[in-house]
T-cell receptor, first 111, second 122 residues
């Protein structure tokens, strides 16, 4: 099946710093999504990307859909304590198909 | 705000027992999913359901698993004879529909996840 490699696995950063994480795939996806999961909760969608090369922002979050359609990155600017959580990328081949999730990036923001 | 609700939040069961996890998707949604997450690992797809039938399933979703939409609101996942390795958080998700955006791109429609049901098999 399709595999997503997400890195880094974990990050410890100081409040106010910028964060960057990325996902790569051996196969093409037509949609890339970024989710955040907090303890005891289900994943919540942060950003959805539908077109190769697309750069989309949602507040302090910016994500890009790679030109090759095999990668995506998520940036968080000026991190704050409530950014703590696990961030997952997810790829989708077609709109009716399943999501394939990356292994997650555990973000810890130190005050 | 509408949300996907799941029950129970936590279930402990003996190996070999049957388990039913229940979900109430958002009312006007058409596509329904079960995902699972083993502790500390990534979220894995189990099954999708549309128009009263399974539309896609993963290798994990073997004969021990089944899904049902017994009425207009509930969507259930049954595990017939639980194994130790079935211990995980099970997430139900739903979405409205797939739409075509102005530029021709196909919008997946946001997938809304429930808070999950933690299954512990002893």
């Amino acid at each position: 099946g399709q595999q997503l490699n997400q890195s880094p696995q974990s990050m410890f950063i100081q409040e106010g710093e910028d964060v960057s994480m990325n996902c790569t795939s051996s196969s093409i996806f037509n949609t890339w999504l970024w989710y955040k999961q907090e303890p005891g909760e289900g994943p919540v969608l942060l950003i959805a990307l539908y077109k190769a090369g697309e750069l989309t922002s949602n507040g302090r979050l910016t994500a890009q859909f790679g030109i090759t359609r095999k990668d995506s990155f998520l940036n968080i600017s000026a991190s704050i304590p409530s950014d703590v959580g696990i961030y997952f990328c997810a790829g989708q081949w077609s709109s009716a198909r399943q999501l394939t999730f990356g292994s997650g990036t555990q973000l810890t923001v130190l005050p | 705000e509408p949300e996907v609700t799941q029950t129970p939040s936590h279930q402990v069961t003996q190996m070999g027992q049957e388990v039913i996890l229940r979900c109430v998707p958002i009312s006007n949604h058409l596509y329904f999913y079960w995902y699972r997450q083993i502790l500390g690992q990534k979220v894995e797809f189990l099954v999708s359901f549309y128009n009263n039938e399974i539309s896609e399933k993963s290798e994990i979703f073997d004969d021990q698993f089944s899904v049902e939409r017994p009425d207009g609101s509930n969507f259930t996942l049954k595990i017939r004879s639980t194994k130790l390795e079935d211990s995980a958080m099970y997430f139900c998700a739903s979405k409205m529909e797939n739409r075509v955006l102005a530029g021709g791109e196909r919008d997946t429609g946001e997938l809304f996840f429930g808070e999950g049901s933690r299954l512990t098999v002893l």
